[in-house]
């Protein structure tokens, strides 16, 4: 019930897809973050109905946490809502 378009996407296509995510969100997190940088973008999509969890991970061999703090920012790609099955962190 779930894509990730880095799992199914050749390098070509996750490098675009990362790029063209990272157009769209950069201006705005500078806005918002000193002294970051921005690592790697891709979206999820979850098929209408499911009810399987993606579990929240952090990638430690991305970024060494002992020197660095690390963010995910999750947004939504499409309009949501309790009744369609929004993000919820338990």
């Known amino acids: 019930g779930l894509f990730a378009s880095h799992n199914q996407s050749d390098f070509e296509t996750n490098t675009q897809i990362n790029k063209h995510i990272k157009a ?14 921005f690592v790697v973008s891709h979206f999820m999509v979850k098929a209408a109905g499911q009810t399987s969890n993606f579990e929240l ?3 430690w061999n991305l970024v060494d946490e002992d020197q ?23």
Request: aromatic share 12%; glycine share 4%.
């Open 68 to 90: 660095f703090e690390t963010l995910q920012v999750w947004l939504p790609l499409d309009f949501v809502s309790k009744e369609n099955g929004g993000l919820v962190i338990a």
């Open 57 to 59: 991970h952090q990638d």
């Open 24 to 37: 769209i969100l950069l201006p705005d997190l500078e806005e918002r973050f000193e002294e970051f940088e």
